[in-house]
């Protein structure tokens, strides 16, 4: 099932209209009897089959309701009334049809203009009674609901809901009650796909075909486990209106299994008002880490803090795998703070709670006085450096510049870069930008996208950081020249010698290669050379060794992007008598490529080595279909 909208429930408040988007156009000069905007504030206004005098409210600044136009797509939509300031009053006919009817309703004024959707059940829909059967499959996280209705051909809705999630909606909403509550999260969400599906050029009946059932059927939800939810079902018309009571029921989420991954974390450096630490792990298991401030969390038990963790705002921000290294802005300095990390699944700690306590620096409000920078390696492709500013506390920008720029020209560009984010609404003050694209103490840097046989130099200054200004002259290093671009010594070697009709493998290893039918199977294992940190390979469709194909820096930007990266062995799937190329090559420790290598492949079914001789089933092994055309 595909749902056109996420159910934005915080929002509803439990009004009978759907909020829309401020979507306001800009009029700059605007006259003087012209509003200066106009929104209508429903998405859909719904309406009876008998038809009924109907609403729709909207917002508009400046200008004059004498100059309110209001028109109709539909003859059967009629007698506008705009007497009262912010409401559209006005008739809908009765719908002779059996289905639902779509009409839109524009109002304008000046140069700006709105609309709303107008949807009208057909005629002959009404109330009747119906059951639902619902059942549910548990393993752990995982559920699947089935539903059987009664009349089995009726058509119907059937979601789920948060217990949680709806205790904390009912509190924030007296009087309300559960029906009445799931009643309006049905309506809004078909509210809203009919509304979308309508400019998608869906009919109202198609936007809610997609968002329900007709019939047994099944749904499966990945939720958070050991969870109480509630499940619901009720019968709607083919143009969405609601035909029957909310059917309830209730289940609960199972445990998830433990992780055996033991995870450590390392304080590497705290300022006034950032953490920087690393966690190590023995496994890829997913966990989580946060930094919590100590009067938060103190005190409170390991489930506790799992679900304060839960409720944190884009938690899944916070999710890794494997090692991580990471600095952390928090919000005071002089203050105890909590890094924290524990495994993490569906909701759940799968690891014991591991946790350390660091007390943020306090902060004399000197300026900069001392920087030494180190450079840690230069290519023609990056700078690699380490800066060491003192007093650790002072605030201050690093970066790459050209050698003829000028110290007022750079603090220009880094004022103007910091003011562009406000403006844009990512900071509210330029001190709280330049906070975050600063930095304090020791910091490694780099740099990349530079150009070969190229000077520059890097640079800091240092910032106050309640103003956000600058409080020290530029400071500039030495100039670098950044070396030529040359031809790599390490290099790797593909091993490509042998191929295997994908039927005869099937035979012989139906579960590793049973969708191997009709294809030859190229074991592809790479040996390295030298100082090769990466590596990249595919295999193309069509001879790319003529001279009017690819250039080496094209393969290699699209190898790049695309290939296979860092694999030592694989398996690929290839087309029988299609010509075919192997390209591959390889980058060492200082951005420098290999030269690359294009190797014509035509395979077939006479070629194929006998499956005995297939020995790669012991190593690890990435099975790829991906043949493809250069640049796709």
């Not at 000069?29 to 109907?54: F, Q, R, W, Y």
């Not at 190590?280 to 679900?307: H, M, R």
């Not at 003829?404 to 870069?417: F, I, M, N, P, Q």
């Not at 790797?492 to 049973?514: A, Q, R």
Request: aromatic content about 12%; some cysteine.
């Amino acid at each position: 099932m595909k749902k056109f909208s996420i159910l934005m429930l915080a929002l509803l408040g439990l009004c009978w209209s759907c909020s829309k988007p401020n979507d306001v156009p800009d009029t700059p000069n605007t006259p003087v009897n012209d509003p200066t905007s106009l929104v209508i504030n429903e998405n859909l206004v719904t309406v009876k089959a008998v038809g009924e005098e109907c609403a729709f409210t909207y917002t508009m600044e400046g200008g004059s309701t004498e100059n309110l136009v209001v028109k109709s797509e539909d003859e059967w939509i009629h007698d506008f009334d705009i007497s009262t300031a912010g409401v559209v009053r006005f008739i809908v006919d009765a719908n002779p049809l059996t289905t639902t009817r779509l009409s839109k309703i524009t109002i304008s004024c000046g140069k700006l203009k709105d609309d709303v959707v107008v949807s009208q059940s057909g005629i002959t829909q009404e109330d009747f009674k119906v059951a639902f059967d619902v059942t549910y499959d548990i393993d752990g996280p995982y559920v699947t609901m089935s539903v059987v209705p009664d009349p089995e051909q009726i058509r119907y809705y059937a979601w789920y809901y948060s217990k949680k999630g709806m205790e904390t909606a009912l509190e924030q909403s007296p009087g309300v009650t559960i029906e009445m509550y799931l009643k309006r999260v049905v309506e809004v969400d078909i509210s809203n796909a009919i509304y979308y599906g309508s400019y998608a050029g869906y009919t109202a009946e198609e936007a809610v075909a997609e968002l329900t059932f007709v019939g047994p059927a099944s749904q499966e939800f990945e939720l958070n486990a050991e969870t109480d939810f509630y499940g619901f079902v009720c019968a709607v018309s083919d143009g969405g209106t609601i035909l029957s009571d909310i059917t309830i029921t209730e289940f609960r989420t199972g445990s998830v299994a433990p992780s055996d991954n033991q995870l450590d974390i390392i304080i590497n450096d705290v300022n006034t008002d950032r953490i920087s630490y690393s966690v190590t792990t023995t496994n890829k298991d997913q966990y989580a880490t946060l930094i919590f401030s100590a009067e938060d969390i103190e005190g409170l038990s390991d489930e506790e803090i799992v679900a304060k963790f839960n409720e944190t705002d884009g938690y899944v921000n916070y999710l890794h795998f494997g090692d991580i290294s990471d600095t952390i802005i928090v919000d005071r300095e002089d203050t105890d703070y909590y890094v924290v990390a524990f495994g993490f699944e569906y909701g759940m700690a799968t690891t014991e709670i591991v946790k350390e306590k660091v007390h943020t620096l306090k902060s004399d409000g000197s300026p900069l006085s001392n920087v030494n920078i180190t450079l840690d390696k230069v290519t023609h492709y990056r700078i690699k450096a380490t800066v060491e500013a003192e007093p650790k506390t002072s605030l201050y920008y690093v970066d790459w510049c050209y050698t003829e720029e000028s110290a007022d020209e750079l603090k220009e560009l880094v004022r103007e870069t910091a003011q562009w984010y406000v403006d844009a609404g990512y900071y509210s003050h330029i001190s709280d930008c330049m906070r975050v694209i600063c930095s304090k103490g020791k910091t490694s840097v780099e740099f990349v996208q530079l150009s070969p046989n190229t000077d520059y130099r890097l640079f800091v200054i240092g910032v106050d950081e309640l103003t956000g200004e600058f409080n020290t002259d530029v400071i500039f290093t030495d100039i670098i020249t950044t070396p030529a671009i040359k031809t790599s010594e390490s290099y790797i070697e593909i091993k490509y010698d042998k191929y295997f009709d994908g039927y005869d493998l099937m035979d012989v290893y139906p579960e590793e290669f049973s969708d191997a039918d009709g294809w030859a199977v190229v074991p592809l294992e790479v040996t390295t050379h030298g100082d090769v940190v990466d590596y990249f390979y595919d295999i193309y469709i069509g001879d790319l060794t003529a001279a009017n194909g690819p250039t080496d820096n094209e393969l290699i930007l699209d190898l790049s992007q695309y290939g296979r990266k860092n694999e030592p062995i694989a398996m690929s799937y290839c087309y029988f008598y299609e010509p075919l190329t192997l390209v591959y090559f390889s980058k060492d420790g200082d951005d420098n490529n290999s030269p690359v290598v294009r190797i014509p492949l035509t395979l077939t079914p006479d070629g194929c080595s006998p499956v005995s001789e297939f020995d790669y089933m012991d190593e690890v092994m990435v099975k790829s279909m991906c043949i493809r055309n250069f640049g796709e």
